[in-house]
């Protein structure tokens, strides 16, 4: 071989790395997706002590739980398609309207809160999961009421919170229609968590159930709070305690999480899919005749005025009322394409969990069944 020839090759060699070089960063583009923000709030901190446990421990809940926010985050840290939020990482108070605000600026798909109980009894214990309701209970009421008590450290609480006193079973908390619309995401994140402590670590059962926490009334994406057992209860204490504990119960979560997103990416992958192309382009419109695409911002069994100032802003909201539901759509269009694209732009509003829904002659369909 001569020279010009090895150059030639060398030349050759150069231009195919460039080309995957290229290729690749293509991919690199068009996959990539926006993370899963994960909020992960540690109860109490700093001048919150949170519950003190048995009186013959010393523990405090703001300790315990942060050592599991940090190990829970920490597992979700390696998966790249996942975003971890603290509203604290150390041993500092938090406001609970400043938890919200946290979780709302950082546009999280999910808020988790972790805590531990107390309770008189030093026989009581056990694990649950919360999501935002009314108290269907006393006992729900007392937990709520512990928790949200530090607000009675803050500076003009009432202010704050809407002159809302921890104190009174009667004190509203207000569920928007927002939350309402995240009330089935939040149920299922929380019996995912449940049934980990149940299922896999053999905690006692306290179930998945609604209360007043202040901490998810601010926050408008899936939230949950767990009550990851009673620091009065010598045993679970000292398990929530220690090490082996704290991972165990962090691990439960965690796979909840992942397990909790897989759902929802499925979900969504069953929607978006595209069926391949026969042609190489890619297609601007995709429009189905005899079909009309709405996007699915809200529901609840509230009936609103479809004023813009009830949704962000957006104009031409339609309310259609199916079975106890008011439901809330924004645009129509026969085309698929456009609709996922007021879906972005909604979501972009703020309505994370905006959904593209299909109707045929007024009548609701599937949109896997409409785009066949
Ligand atoms: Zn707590």
């Given at each position: 071989m001569n020279k010009t020839l090895l150059k030639k090759i060398a030349k050759r060699k150069l231009a195919i790395l460039l080309i995957v070089f290229f290729f690749s960063l293509q991919n690199t583009i068009i996959f990539a997706q926006e993370k899963f923000k994960v909020v992960i709030d540690a109860g109490h901190g700093g001048t919150d002590p949170g519950n003190l446990g048995h009186k013959s421990s010393k523990y405090q809940e703001k300790d315990i739980v942060l050592k599991i926010a940090l190990a829970v985050g920490k597992l979700l840290d390696a998966d790249k398609n996942i975003e971890v939020i603290y509203t604290r990482k150390d041993d500092t108070y938090i406001e609970l309207h400043e938890r919200g605000t946290i979780a709302q600026n950082s546009k999280a798909d999910l808020f988790v809160s972790i805590h531990c109980d107390a309770f008189g009894n030093a026989n009581v214990h056990g694990a649950g999961t919360f999501v935002l309701g009314l108290h269907e209970n006393d006992r729900n009421f007392e937990i709520a009421?512990?928790?949200?008590?530090?607000?009675?450290?803050?500076?003009?609480?009432?202010?704050?919170?809407?002159?809302?006193?921890?104190?009174?079973?009667?004190?509203?908390?207000?569920?928007?229609?927002?939350?309402?619309?995240?009330?089935?995401?939040?149920?299922?994140?929380?019996?995912?968590?449940?049934?980990?402590?149940?299922?896999?670590?053999?905690?006692?059962?306290?179930?998945?159930?609604?209360?007043?926490?202040?901490?998810?009334?601010?926050?408008?994406?899936?939230?949950?709070?767990?009550?990851?057992?009673?620091?009065?209860?010598?045993?679970?204490?000292?398990?929530?305690?220690?090490?082996?504990?704290?991972?165990?119960?962090?691990?439960?979560?965690?796979?909840?999480?992942?397990?909790?997103?897989?759902?929802?990416?499925?979900?969504?992958?069953?929607?978006?899919?595209?069926?391949?192309?026969?042609?190489?382009?890619?297609?601007?419109?995709?429009?189905?005749?005899?079909?009309?695409?709405?996007?699915?911002?809200?529901?609840?069994?509230?009936?609103?005025?479809?004023?813009?100032?009830?949704?962000?802003?957006?104009?031409?909201?339609?309310?259609?009322?199916?079975?106890?539901?008011?439901?809330?759509?924004?645009?129509?269009?026969?085309?698929?394409?456009?609709?996922?694209?007021?879906?972005?732009?909604?979501?972009e509003k703020g309505f994370t969990s905006a959904f593209v829904v299909a109707f045929k002659k007024d009548k609701k369909i599937s949109v896997k069944e409409a785009l066949k």
């Amino acid at each position: 071989m001569n020279k010009t020839l090895l150059k030639k090759i060398a030349k050759r060699k150069l231009a195919i790395l460039l080309i995957v070089f290229f290729f690749s960063l293509q991919n690199t583009i068009i996959f990539a997706q926006e993370k899963f923000k994960v909020v992960i709030d540690a109860g109490h901190g700093g001048t919150d002590p949170g519950n003190l446990g048995h009186k013959s421990s010393k523990y405090q809940e703001k300790d315990i739980v942060l050592k599991i926010a940090l190990a829970v985050g920490k597992l979700l840290d390696a998966d790249k398609n996942i975003e971890v939020i603290y509203t604290r990482k150390d041993d500092t108070y938090i406001e609970l309207h400043e938890r919200g605000t946290i979780a709302q600026n950082s546009k999280a798909d999910l808020f988790v809160s972790i805590h531990c109980d107390a309770f008189g009894n030093a026989n009581v214990h056990g694990a649950g999961t919360f999501v935002l309701g009314l108290h269907e209970n006393d006992r729900n009421f007392e937990i709520a009421k512990k928790e949200n008590s530090v607000i009675l450290m803050e500076d003009n609480y009432k202010e704050k919170y809407d002159g809302f006193d921890p104190n009174s079973p009667e004190a509203v908390i207000g569920l928007t229609m927002m939350q309402e619309e995240y009330l089935d995401q939040s149920l299922m994140i929380a019996s995912l968590i449940q049934n980990n402590f149940v299922k896999t670590l053999k905690r006692k059962d306290r179930s998945v159930k609604q209360a007043g926490f202040l901490v998810l009334r601010n926050t408008f994406m899936p939230s949950v709070l767990v009550e990851t057992g009673f620091l009065t209860n010598t045993k679970e204490g000292s398990y929530l305690n220690s090490k082996k504990g704290q991972e165990e119960i962090a691990d439960a979560i965690y796979k909840a999480i992942k397990l909790y997103k897989k759902q929802v990416d499925d979900n969504i992958v069953v929607e978006i899919k595209p069926k391949p192309e026969p042609k190489p382009t890619k297609p601007k419109t995709r429009i189905v005749k005899g079909v009309d695409f709405k996007v699915q911002i809200a529901s609840g069994t509230k009936k609103l005025k479809t004023a813009p100032y009830n949704f962000k802003g957006l104009k031409g909201i339609e309310r259609i009322k199916i079975g106890a539901h008011h439901k809330y759509y924004f645009g129509k269009t026969s085309d698929y394409l456009k609709a996922k694209e007021m879906q972005k732009m909604v979501k972009e509003k703020g309505f994370t969990s905006a959904f593209v829904v299909a109707f045929k002659k007024d009548k609701k369909i599937s949109v896997k069944e409409a785009l066949k």
